[in-house]
């Protein structure tokens, strides 16, 4: 009877093992990362010049923000703290701004199921020639972890930054991995 109680146990063990290690695999459960972003309902981007409420750029036009990931530090094997400077470069006070930002796995891709993270930065009014730098933490599921890994390292970063008066948004692609 120890000899069945033996094999039950080893058994027991291999399946939750199993259970465990999907749940980790797939991230869902008690997976590190995931939960440092805000879900989007609507991400905003920038409208055209001809759809009223964006500004024309040319290369002698100063963009009215200007956006800079000043640094990132790792926090974890799935979580960086990422500091970013936003510029209000316009003549005047920009009201309500808020900064929308997604990453997506891989370079130049912004499909909506590589979604890897999201979030919302609130800043308020920015008086002409301000700078606003905060420093967010970023973490991902293990396995948006590997959606990034499995596209050699490469994420697609969207910011949108949206005030009152205009809508800028920026894309750049890096590779963190």
């Known amino acids: 009877m120890n000899r069945n109680h033996l094999i039950g146990g080893m058994l027991l063990v291999l399946v939750v093992g199993s259970a465990v290690g999907a749940a980790l695999y797939t991230g869902v459960g008690p997976a590190p990362g995931g939960d440092s972003g805000d879900d989007i309902e609507e991400f905003p981007t920038e409208e ?6 964006s500004m024309a750029t040319s290369s002698t036009d100063t963009p009215p923000f200007t956006f800079t990931v000043e640094k990132t530090e790792e926090c974890g094997r799935t979580c960086r703290e990422v500091t970013a400077t936003l510029d209000n470069n316009q003549n005047k006070t920009a009201t309500n701004v808020t900064v929308y930002t997604r990453i997506f796995a891989g370079e130049n891709n912004t499909d909506q199921d590589n979604i890897v993270w999201e979030g919302t ?4 009014n920015m008086d002409l020639g301000a700078t606003h730098t905060t420093t967010e933490r970023v973490e991902l599921s293990l396995r948006d972890a590997r959606k990034v890994d499995q596209n050699d390292g490469w994420i697609t970063i969207l910011t949108t930054v949206k005030s009152d008066d205009t809508t800028v948004t920026f894309q750049n692609s890096e ?3």
Do not use: M, P, T
């Open 175 to 177: 590779q963190v991995a």
């Open 48 to 53: 055209n010049a001809d759809g009223g409420g």
């Open 121 to 124: 930065e609130d800043v308020g």
